[in-house]
Nanobody, 122 residues
Framework: QVQLVESGGGLVQAGGSLRLSCAAS????????MGWFRQAPGKEREFVTGISKSGGSTYYADSVKGRFTISRDNAKNTGYLQMNSLKPEDTAVYYC???????????????WGQGTQVTVSS
């Protein structure tokens, strides 16, 4: 199995940027597709973006398309989420997850990190 640890969350003003990292350990990171999810208070967890095992293919939720960029460095066993033009509605706990089946919202994500808080002030 693979263990995931997110970092990089924090407080930022609207219009600002943050970069989240997801460090993987355990089994070879490159065996897994990766996704980012988020959960705001009182709301269900939602898919944000996903990336294939090689990094060659990505998938974005409409709400973040053009603002967020997912990437990965398999040599460093780390995934990233670059978030630009942040809005107050992006405030949530962000989770990275690993999947052996795909990188879209319908894929089965077996492994999860503990989450990192992102707060965007208006």
């Amino acid at each position: 199995q693979v263990q995931l640890v997110e970092s990089g969350g924090g407080l930022v003003q609207a219009g600002g940027s943050l970069r989240l990292s997801c460090a993987a350990s355990g089994r070879t990171f490159s065996r897994y597709a990766m996704g980012w999810f988020r959960q705001a208070p009182g709301k269900e967890r939602e898919f944000v973006t996903g990336i294939s095992k090689s990094g060659g293919s990505t998938y974005y939720a409409d709400s973040v398309k053009g603002r967020f960029t997912i990437s990965r460095d398999n040599a460093k066993n780390t995934g990233y989420l670059q978030m630009n033009s942040l809005k107050p509605e992006d405030t949530a706990v962000y989770y990275c997850a690993a999947s052996q089946t795909g990188w879209d919202p319908r894929s089965n994500y077996n492994y999860w990190g503990q989450g990192t808080q992102v707060t965007v002030s208006s």
